[in-house]
């Protein structure tokens, strides 16, 4: 039996701008929890590191939409 458990695939653009923004929004609150308790990382390093492994892995993903995608999510 055989499990596919894929955040991502090229021809699903809902299912792919949901996760992005998920984990956009995600980074965005780690980073944020970072900054409040003293660890001094900027708020957004830990996302810009999440999108760009995420854009350049999945090169479908290096679009327009799916940066405005995480924009939205930077400042939700």
Known sequence: MRVNLTLFKSDNVLLNSFNVFI???LG??????ARMSGIDLSVLWPVNILVAALFYRYHYLNTPWYCCVAYNAMIA
């Open 28 to 33: 965005c609150m780690l980073g944020s929890h």
């Open 23 to 25: 984990l956009t929004l």
